[in-house]
């Protein structure tokens, strides 16, 4: 019995759903804040202390809001996809070791990365498929985009996530976490870099970010949504950026491990967790500032003939130097 | 031709070639084969009673000659010019919406200004039009349907842009005919916000107009001002004082600076490159201060006046204009920086949008759209103005005639611009600042064009001794910059769509009177 | 840009908290009116130009003064400049934004017609 609450503890509160929900929210600000002060405004200031609450206030808000479905829209899908889409992403994220171990104790299993990132696949077709019920000309335009951009990324992107599973000789995301002696963003720099990369134009941040093209495309598939659907495709979109930051952090920044000083490891490891994750949502905050977006021929060419030889090339170039030279250096 | 033509020089512009009705083409195509560089700058209607009068303003080497002629209101017809000179189509809808002239082999005569569910019959400028009757009793009118939103044709994708949309700032139609991701055909409809200024305008005094035709666009606001009070003293014969001429100078330079940095920056929006609006929109911020300081308001300076400008210049301000500018100008090498090398950037604007030489002269495109197409005309060169005839600065042209070339021209402005202010300040003459004028205005007309951030900005006004203007033609800089988007999107990617776009600076609210 | 951005992640953002933190207008800003009774000569030549027509000429103890109607002003300042007695003056003013419109004219001898501001 103990054993059981202890599990639905740690499903719901720490350092499972409620954790998540807390600490997307919380990135999400950060991620404002960071962007705000990159472009020299103050960002949200209003809520809680230094807007820290901002992020709350916006899903309460929708939350309260009145709840349409257009009548041309396909009703069940455009009910239960954004609400689907977000169980995938919180369902992805329990696999992911935060504080030493995954949320579900024991989870992890042989090729657990490779599942994880079905699920994410799983998650953003759930999110194609809500544009695409709301028989609008501008959300279907959006979630082809989502689909078409999706689905190019996600070669290169298992393809150089690949790397780190190479280097530490498991396709299990807590074996890669634990092996990283050295970080395997210094052991596969190449592979780090493209890594992000692909993660942006994953998550659909500038420069990549068609899919949100207003000035094109509106409202992107989010056009015929409101009040509480509207606020589980924010979610959707905000903890797949928490959750993109912690596969890299995962992959190539020793996961949850760092030095213990004193007192409970799992304190110490969910700190570094933390700061890790903030450390990358900075990058890719800060890449995104610092581009304009793509078109869309642009972004697909782009993926097909550079991103996807050079992850080719990356992998290649890990396993060769995998194979014979980390070897007679450690 | 002979006995059916009459010149008259240095008249409304730098002649007036009273012709009989159908002679008006033949007098235009002769123009034209005079100087193939040509174009419309603008196509007065006028209401003369029994008869209608037409006047086609024509621009040849940078300075206007007015074609005017005369048809009877009760049979208003008039051969098309549209063929000879494409720019002149919108024009020629204008005047059928406003005066009902019917302009026999226009290729597309539909309404342009005037709403769908206007009365037949009903010609708004026509001083006989019992306006508030009339629509009072218009309650069968037809209302022609809207188009739906999208509907398809084969493979032809008809996209509906507006009037309500987050790539356009202001209410407008563009009605794009989508083949996979090129466009194949734009059938733009403007008319939206039309508020009858150029009708409200005769109703007005002229000291009241001032304010009136400063409301017509809120970005350019001075130069419209500008333009009125010129073709006004134009009429008087009003000779404004040099101090004034040269604090008219400083503000409608800090208002083009204001404008071209909006323009800037909301392009930066457009394709998705929000750092480059932040930072643009918080450097524009302090020639808002600026304007603010010198007038009294950051956005509607209301500085202009017959006779001189409002407000003199306070000894004490212009140390603080100086080093705003100064410093502006230190960011300006930033920006060079990032709008030549930033590859992102030059990715989404070169080569996009291309209007070539041939085109813009052919669709009588006007002020920095034209002169990123290798056209040099900027009427602060052609016919000075002001103080521009005294200060030195350089016409900017460019070659590319895409988008990026568009921007840069701006970018270049921006900074003659601020040596333009920074050269007044330094020559700033002495003496009165206002003379005064009488407010009963002696008969007659003028013209008048200044050159509005978005290119030639054009007045017309007729006066009958009164108090009142008998007439105010405004033609904007954007009227006549949009037939030149057709041109730029037809054939392009419809994701180029909104970058090409808004590289020409369209401003609806001008358009839309 | 590369580095601007890093360097502007820890300087002052440029935009202020407005509501909060109140926006500085210059000396001569064209806010809000105030109106001297005691200037006023009736002439009603502040109404004649007014080109929002927002100034109505009232009858108040016998004596014809201007009335302003704020939501149709345009704050040209016309008025100011026609006026003979220079009796209108601009105050730093500006935020008039209401939710009763009636708050928004100015009657000749009211409260807000002594030169304080009334928040609404």
């Known amino acids: 019995m103990v054993v059981d609450l202890w599990f639905v503890f740690r499903v719901l509160v720490f350092p499972g759903f409620t954790f998540i929900f807390f600490f997307t929210m919380f990135c999400d600000w950060m991620e404002r804040k960071i962007e705000a002060r990159m472009q020299n405004r103050v960002g949200p200031a209003f809520t809680g202390p230094a807007g820290i609450l901002q992020p709350f206030a916006d899903i309460i808000k929708l939350l309260s809001k009145e709840d349409i479905i257009p009548s041309g829209a396909k009703r069940n899908v455009f009910r239960l996809a954004p609400i689907l889409a977000f169980s995938f992403v919180v369902f992805a994220f329990s696999f992911l070791p935060i504080d030493g171990s995954a949320v579900i104790p024991n989870s992890s299993f042989a090729g657990d990365l490779i599942f994880v990132m079905a699920l994410i696949t799983i998650a953003n077709f759930f999110l194609f498929l809500s544009g695409w019920a709301s028989s609008n000309p501008y959300g279907d335009i959006g979630a082809t985009r989502v689909l078409t951009q999706f689905l190019g990324y996600d070669i290169p992107l298992t393809l150089l996530a690949l790397a780190p599973a190479f280097i530490a000789g498991s396709l299990t995301i807590s074996v890669i976490a634990a092996n990283q002696y050295l970080p395997f963003a210094i052991l596969a720099p190449w592979a780090f870099v493209l890594f992000i990369v692909t993660l942006q134009a994953e998550l659909e941040k500038d420069p990549f970010d068609i899919p949100h093209a207003e000035s094109e495309v509106i409202g992107g598939l989010e056009t015929e949504f409101g009040g509480g659907k509207l606020a589980f495709l924010r979610l959707t979109r905000d903890v797949q950026i928490v959750f993109g930051a912690a596969l890299v952090v995962e992959l190539f920044l020793g996961g949850p491990y760092g030095p213990v000083f004193f007192g409970l490891p799992e304190l110490w490891y969910f700190l570094w967790f933390v700061l890790k994750i903030l450390a990358v949502v900075l990058i890719t905050e800060y890449v995104t500032c610092l581009f304009a977006r793509l078109r869309i021929d642009q972004v697909l060419s782009g993926n097909w003939k550079v991103l996807l030889p050079l992850s080719v090339l990356s992998l290649a170039l890990t396993v060769a130097v995998a194979t014979w030279i980390y070897p007679l250096v450690m | ?513 | ?120």
Not at chain 2, 60 to 72: D, L, R, S
Not at chain 3, 17 to 31: C, T
Not at chain 3, 36 to 49: A, E, H, K, M, T
Request: charged share 25%.
């Open chain 3, 1 to 120: 840009m590369v580095k601007e951005l890093l360097a502007h992640l820890f300087k002052k953002p440029a935009t202020s908290k407005y509501p909060f933190v109140k926006a500085e207008v210059p000396e001569g800003f064209r806010g809000k009116q105030v109106y001297d009774p005691d200037l006023c000569i009736s002439c009603g030549l502040c109404s004649r130009d007014c080109p929002a027509k927002a100034i109505e000429m009232v009858e108040v103890d016998g004596k014809r003064s201007p009335l302003f109607h704020l939501d149709l002003c345009i704050f040209c300042y016309q008025c100011a400049e026609s006026c003979p007695r220079k009796a209108i003056k601009s105050t730093a003013f500006f935020e008039l934004a209401t939710t009763n419109k009636d708050s928004l004219v100015l009657k000749p001898g009211g409260p807000s017609q002594k030169g304080e501001c009334v928040q609404q």
């Open chain 2, 1 to 513: 031709m002979g006995s059916r033509v009459k010149i008259q020089s240095g008249y409304l512009g730098k002649a007036a070639i009273e012709v009989k009705a159908g002679a008006n083409r033949d007098t235009v195509k002769s123009l034209l084969e005079a100087n193939k560089e040509a174009g419309i700058v603008a196509l007065t209607g006028l209401d003369m009673a029994k008869k209608i009068g037409l006047m086609y303003h024509m621009c040849t080497n940078g300075v206007i000659v007015t074609i005017k002629t005369e048809i009877p209101k009760k049979n208003p017809k008039i051969a098309t010019i549209s063929d000879l000179i494409p720019g002149a189509q919108f024009h020629e809808r204008e005047a059928a919406d406003l005066f009902g002239v019917i302009f026999e082999g226009h290729p597309n005569p539909a309404r342009l200004v005037l709403p769908d569910d206007w009365p037949e019959n009903l010609y708004p400028l026509r001083k006989d039009a019992k306006i508030d009757e009339a629509l009072a009793n218009a309650e069968t009118a037809p209302r022609q349907t809207e188009a739906v939103q999208a509907e398809s044709e084969g493979d032809i994708v008809n996209i509906i842009i507006g009037p309500q949309h987050p790539a356009l700032l202001e209410p407008e139609k563009f009605s794009v005919k989508v083949e996979g991701e090129t466009v194949k055909q734009v059938e733009p409809r403007i008319g939206y916000v039309h508020r009858g200024i150029e009708k409200a305008a005769e109703q007005r005094t002229y000291l009241q107009d001032v304010y009136l035709v400063e409301r017509i666009c809120g970005i350019c606001n001075s130069c419209h001002a500008a333009c009125f009070v010129e073709t006004v003293e134009k009429i008087l014969g009003t000779e404004v004082p040099l101090r004034a001429q040269y604090l008219r100078t400083i503000i409608l330079e800090l208002n083009r600076l204001h404008s071209h940095m909006l323009l800037l920056g909301h392009a930066g929006l457009e394709i998705g490159y929000e750092t480059l609006f932040q930072y643009m929109w918080r450097d524009r911020e302090p020639v808002m201060d600026l304007t603010e300081q010198l007038t009294g308001n950051r956005v509607i300076s209301s500085a202009m006046t017959v006779g001189g400008i409002r407000r003199d210049l306070q000894e004490t301000d212009i140390p603080k204009v100086k080093t705003q500018i100064t410093t502006l100008k230190k960011k300006m090498d930033f920006y060079y920086k990032l709008f030549e090398n930033e590859p992102s950037f030059k990715i989404r604007t070169q080569n996009v949008g291309v209007l070539s030489k041939e085109d813009a002269l052919k669709l009588s495109v006007v002020g920095p759209v034209a002169r990123a197409s290798g056209i040099a005309i900027d009427v602060r060169k052609d016919e000075p103005y002001e103080a521009y005839g005294e200060i030195p600065f350089n016409l900017i042209t460019r070659d590319e005639g895409d988008s990026w070339a568009r921007l840069m021209v701006r970018l270049d402005e921006v900074v003659e611009s601020i040596n333009i202010i920074d050269y007044a300040l330094d020559h700033m003459p002495s003496g009165p600042f206002r003379v005064k004028v009488p407010r009963v205005v002696v008969a007659g007309e003028a013209i008048n064009h200044v050159e509005a951030p978005r290119g030639e900005l054009f007045y017309y006004v007729k006066s009958q001794g009164t108090a009142y203007p008998e007439r105010v033609k405004v033609r904007t800089p954007t009227f006549a910059n949009i037939p030149a988007f057709i041109n730029i999107a037809e054939g392009g990617n419809i994701a180029d769509v909104p970058p090409s776009f808004v590289s020409l600076d369209p401003c609806f609210s001008c358009t839309d009177r």
